[in-house]
Nanobody, 129 residues
Framework: QLQLAESGGGLVQPGGSLRLSCAASGFTLDYYFIGWFRQAPGQEREGVSCISNRDTSTYYADSVKGRFSSSRDNDPNTVYLQMNSLKPEDTAVYYC??????????????????????WGKGTLVTVSS
């Protein structure tokens, strides 16, 4: 069974940092687009970052560019989202997702023109003093 599981969420003060992890089981992430998304209460889901399966380039939403960084570990089944300089507006449930497409691009996923096939259950990040 193909599963994704996020961890690392919690409460952090504005300006602080958190690192989220996304662990895959039942499949390897090597050939998948890997996205991080978030959804704040009462708001639509927003694309945060995407690692391309074609050239491993990483793309970010403008709202997090320069503050967030997504990377793979030496373990091919784990992806991280390093979040620095956190703001109260970053408060949301964060999800990792994966998709194996030969047609779509990270731009499609981040703009919600395409959806990913596999999703984790999410981890809550709260930025508050």
């Amino acid at each position: 069974q193909l599963q994704l599981a996020e961890s690392g969420g919690g409460l952090v003060q504005p300006g602080g940092s958190l690192r989220l992890s996304c662990a895959a089981s039942g499949f390897t992430l090597d050939y998948y687009f890997i996205g991080w998304f978030r959804q704040a209460p009462g708001q639509e889901r927003e694309g945060v970052s995407c690692i391309s399966n074609r050239d491993t380039s990483t793309y970010y939403a403008d709202s997090v560019k320069g503050r967030f960084s997504s990377s793979r570990d030496n373990d091919p089944n784990t992806v991280y989202l390093q979040m620095n300089s956190l703001k109260p507006e970053d408060t949301a449930v964060y999800y990792c997702a994966a998709d194996r497409s030969t047609y779509f691009s990270c731009s499609d996923y981040l703009s919600k023109n395409a959806d990913m096939d596999y999703w984790g259950k999410g981890t809550l990040v709260t930025v508050s003093s």
